[in-house]
């Protein structure tokens, strides 16, 4: 008689991609176990504390029983109209608040559910490389195939289209694009999302913009919406999240916006599948969404500072690295004596600095390293100090 059952993953699960940063995991705690002083610019997760007014909007909500009931899969309507407000005042764009905003927990949630919605085995998604991992992933959960569009520096980080088979376009269901770009910092111009739209339409393809970095930039260069450009609606739709904007990652709290028949289909999913945001988390986001711009002014200059910092002293270190244009992140060559990997690894282990391996984001990214200005400008200082003895 057996005593306890055979526990087997679900194909899906196991035929996932290697986790690339499995290795640099262990060799962190190991690091930390040791007791180095690790500066940690891994992490794409603020260290900056939610601005104080939301916390207290939120304190105030939770304690409203009309909230603790189970909230609208879609989000309030009060909520959605916050998201609609945000985007003229913001990007000059109309949305209908009932049919072309969705609430989502968090924009992760939506983006790797969007796939289940409109993907049958066999379609073709269109995936930057290196990218945010959920693309590929929600893809290859809908039974999807993964079609990798490199973003090379020498193309600005922008996907080739003209290298795309014919082929490969007529079979392709949905593309996901990023811009303020996680890895790489790249920003798109208008003539690309232009272009993005013509091919969307030839095609027939669902286009999902991932703009969850759009308020973080710098030398006051505003990136745009996806919703910005003419024809936009038409074709798809834009995530977005007040995780990155509002140093509310904790939260779980992001939306969708756009066209109204991709988000009816991705709430579709989610009616199925979730009940939607806690109400106070909504409260709380309205008051975030109706932020003075001079606290954003301050995040953004704080940012900046971080960034000057790590980029001016890389430079003077004679690493080739990307200036930002927006995220916080820096997107850096390794010597190339090294490889990604080892590169990291080296910097943990004679530097205990730590950053993040380009080829974890996908082969393209191979080459690279990312370091997130999630850290104070002394310990940056210090690092790019510990840095240059190293090298
Ligand atoms: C952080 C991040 C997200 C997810 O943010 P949420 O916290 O889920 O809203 C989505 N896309 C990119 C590129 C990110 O870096």
Known sequence: MKTRISVELASRLKHLPPYLFASIDKMKQEAIDKGTDLIDLSIGDPDIPTPSHIVNAMKKAVENPVHHRYPSYEGMLSFREAVAKWYRKRFDAKLDPRTEVLSLIGSKEGIGHIPLAFVNPGDIVLIPSPGY??????????????????????????????????????????????????????????????????????????????????????????????????????????FHSLSKTYNMT???????????????????????????????????????????????????????????????????????????????????????????????????????????PGNGFGEPGEGYVRFALTASVDRIKEAVERIGKVL
């Open 133 to 238: 991992p959920v693309y590929p992933i929600g893809t290859l959960f809908a039974g999807g195939k993964r079609y990798m569009m490199p973003l090379r520096e020498e193309n600005d980080f922008l996907p080739d289209f003209t290298v795309i088979p014919k082929k490969v376009f007529e079979k392709t269901k949905l593309i996901f694009i990023n811009y303020p770009n996680n890895p790489t910092s790249a920003i798109a111009p208008v003539k690309f999302y232009r272009e993005v739209i013509k091919i969307a339409l030839k095609y027939n393809i669902i286009v999902c913009h991932d703009a969850s970095y759009t308020e973080i930039y710098y030398d006051d260069r505003r990136p745009l919406s996806f919703m910005q450009i003419p024809g936009a609606k038409d074709v798809g739709i834009e």
């Open 250 to 356: 904790g939260w779980r709290i992001g939306f969708a916006v756009g066209n109204k028949e991709v988000l009816a289909g991705l709430g579709k999913i989610k009616t199925n599948l979730d009940s939607g945001v806690f109400q106070a988390i909504q409260e709380a986001a309205i008051v975030a969404l109706d932020t003075d711009d001079r606290i954003l002014s301050v995040i953004r200059k704080t940012y900046q500072e971080r960034r000057n910092t790590l980029y001016n002293g890389f430079k003077k270190l004679g690493i080739h690295l990307i200036k930002p244009k927006a995220t916080f992140y820096i997107w850096a060559k390794v010597p190339s004596i090294f490889d990604s990997s080892g590169f990291v690894a080296h910097l943990l282990e004679k530097a205990g600095v730590l950053g993040t």
